[in-house]
């Protein structure tokens, strides 16, 4: 069938499919649109639940950076605030180192003077207060060295002048408080592959204001990784801290550390999201005062993937939802269409005249009184046809039984077909065509012919079937094949139909609607191959043995006359090699075949 008489049947014509594919497309668009809003929903609360995370690891992180600077800042502070001390950071940063110890050591001595007043015992304390420094350094701008503190080592100092380091240019330049410590600095104290945050200062003379030197407090950035793992909520994506021009001090990635970070200008335009490596949610935290900035970033593909199983659970639930709102309405839609159709087939039976069809349909909804109501209509109408034409039919049947011996067979045919058309005038369409069968199949028999073929016996057989086949409409059906090459070889005379007629009195199952019978002629061997088959009862072991000796037997008797008369004639005709080979097996049915020899002249002379 063609796509398009496939739409008509099944979507055009069909009403129901109308309203099953309606329901369908109803509870799909619904349970997606639902599904999709409730993903949408539950996806935002996601992104605002992280971006709180998120924005909570900035702030943690810009507050503890903050704290650190605040006390460097309050490191420098004290020296202002305590007059011996910052005189004494004064001298050490303004002598040399020897000069400074020697005097350090008249202080001793001078009883007036505390040890605690001394810049070195106070930075080192510092040092120990704060197990996150890795380096104190001070660095004198006037003598150009750098003493340095540094976590679980003893002191040591160092000269920076310009003719052997590039230190005194680095620090002339650095204008930023929180940087990246400067490489020379790393390599002059053994940490260049430490992960390190700086933090500067300088140190002015509390009565000139002129720059004597820096403080510079190197802190380790393991202390952050502690610092973002104290939430309990783990924050996917990274934190970074860039300095005022970009370097990266700290990237819990550890991808960026070191480098200028690529997405800088990207950071400036940022209101939630940022094309950076991937498009990303993005936080902020600006420390104006100390120059850096604390960035929180978390791919968007990250926050997508955790919620990929949220996302197949809705999707599974969905699809499920789908398959239940689908199924149900469908099985109620089909079980009506089923009732529907049962009934519109009863109906076309009854208008192929089939008046003892009544529908089977106990129930009492609309379709049960429609069906009730139609099985009232075939009843009336059935005592109607008793009453009128088929009382008519059977006066007509007798007087026919009474002339037949007496008329000619041309006066059989006109009288046959004078019923037939009066049955067909008063609606009794199957009858008028088991009336035309049989004033076809009589003339067939009746009538002189030169030449029989195997295709007047097949067409003889044809009209016998037919005859049974209105009988039993829809009971049965029949099929029949011959090879081209052979339809027009002389045949016996009621060679088949007897057989056939074995088949309709005692194999055919009345009580089934799926009985078949084929008969089939082909050309093997130079011979013709007439097979019967069906579908039938089939015949008893010791019934099929009883009929194949009846067959054997030279004398006639009057049990099986028809297999009898068509194999003696097979056997008178053609020979004792040709006879009706019988095979059956209980209710699988029965296959009967004979065999007829052909000349090479008799299928030439077909051509």
């Known amino acids: 069938m063609s796509p398009a008489g496939l739409y008509r049947k099944y979507i055009k014509n069909n009403m129901f499919t109308k309203i099953l594919l309606l329901i369908a497309v109803i509870a799909v668009i619904t349970i997606v649109a639902l599904s999709y809003l409730m993903y949408y929903f539950l996806f935002q609360s ?35 605030r305590n007059s011996s001390l910052g005189l004494d950071a004064s001298y050490f940063l303004m002598s040399s180192f020897n000069e400074y110890m020697a005097k350090r050591m008249d202080r001793i001595v001078d009883s007036t003077q505390s040890n605690t007043d001394s810049v070195l015992a106070y930075f080192k304390q510092r040092l120990d207060d704060d197990p996150d420094i890795q380096n104190i350094m001070l660095y004198s701008a006037e003598e150009q060295y750098v ?115 690529p997405y800088t200008d990207q950071l400036g335009k940022v209101k939630d999201t940022a094309a950076l490596e991937e498009e990303s949610y993005v936080t902020t935290a600006v420390h104006s005062q100390a120059g850096y900035t604390v960035v929180g970033i978390t791919p968007k593909r990250e926050i997508a993937g955790a919620f990929e199983g949220l996302r197949n659970t809705i999707i599974a639930t969905a699809l499920l939802c789908i398959v239940v709102a ?3 309405p469908s099985l109620m839609i089909v079980n009506y269409s089923k009732r529907t159709n049962n009934i519109i087939r009863f109906m076309r039976k009854v208008e192929k005249g089939d008046f003892v069809a009544r529908i089977q349909d106990a129930k009492e909804d609309q379709l049960g009184q429609i069906s009730s109501s139609f099985n009232e209509m075939l009843d009336k109408l059935t005592r109607y046809i ?32 004078v019923i037939r058309m009066r049955a067909l005038s008063q609606g009794a369409q199957d009858v008028g ?21 195997l295709k007047d016996e097949l067409e003889a057989c044809r009209l016998y079937l037919e005859l049974f086949r209105i009988r039993y409409k829809d009971k049965y059906i029949y099929k029949m094949y011959c090879d081209e090459q052979i339809k027009d070889v002389p045949m ?19 009580e089934r609607d799926d009985n078949v019978l084929s008969i089939s002629a082909e050309l093997k061997d130079q011979e013709i191959w007439i097979e019967i088959r069906d579908n039938g009862k089939g015949i008893e072991p010791e019934q099929l043995e009883e009929i194949r000796s009846r067959l054997a037997l030279a004398e006639s008797s009057g049990e099986s006359f028809g297999l009898r008369s068509v194999n003696d004639r097979l056997k008178l005709t053609y020979g004792q090699a040709y006879e009706v080979d019988i095979q059956s097996e209980p209710d699988e049915g029965t296959v009967v075949t004979i065999r007829i020899p052909v000349t090479e002249e008799e299928l030439n002379r077909v051509v």
């Open 46 to 80: 996601a992104v605002r639940s992280e971006l709180d995370v998120q924005r909570g690891a900035v702030e943690r992180v810009e507050r503890y950076v903050d704290q650190k600077y605040e006390n460097v800042q309050s490191y420098v502070n004290e020296l202002y």
């Open 386 to 417: 008793d009453q009128v034409y088929k009382a008519e039919i059977n006066q007509k049947n007798a007087e026919l039984s009474a002339l037949q011996a007496r008329i000619n067979p041309h006066f059989l045919y006109n009288t046959l077909e």
């Open 326 to 328: 689908v199924s149900i």
């Open 433 to 453: 065509d088991m009336i035309y069968s049989l004033s076809m199949l009589f003339k067939n028999i009746v009538q002189h012919k030169t030449r029989y073929t």
């Open 492 to 510: 016996i005379k009621m060679s088949l139909q007897p057989l056939i007629e074995n088949y309709i009195v005692h194999g055919l199952r009345s």
């Open 147 to 261: 003493y340095v503190y540094k976590q679980g080592s003893m002191t040591r100092l160092y000269q920076a002048n310009a003719t052997r380091s590039y230190i005194p240019d680095v620090m002339a330049m650095e204008t930023q408080s929180v940087t990246l410590p400067n490489l020379w600095l790393r390599k002059l104290t053994g940490d260049a592959s430490v992960p390190l945050i700086s933090i500067r200062s300088p140190i002015n003379d509390m009565t000139t204001y002129k720059n004597l030197g820096q403080l510079l407090v190197l802190y380790r950035t393991e202390a952050l990784d502690k610092v973002l793992r104290s939430n309990e909520t783990e924050m996917k994506g990274y934190v970074m801290i860039l300095s005022g021009d970009g370097q990266v001090m700290f990237d819990s990635s550890g991808k960026y550390y070191g480098q200028k970070y």
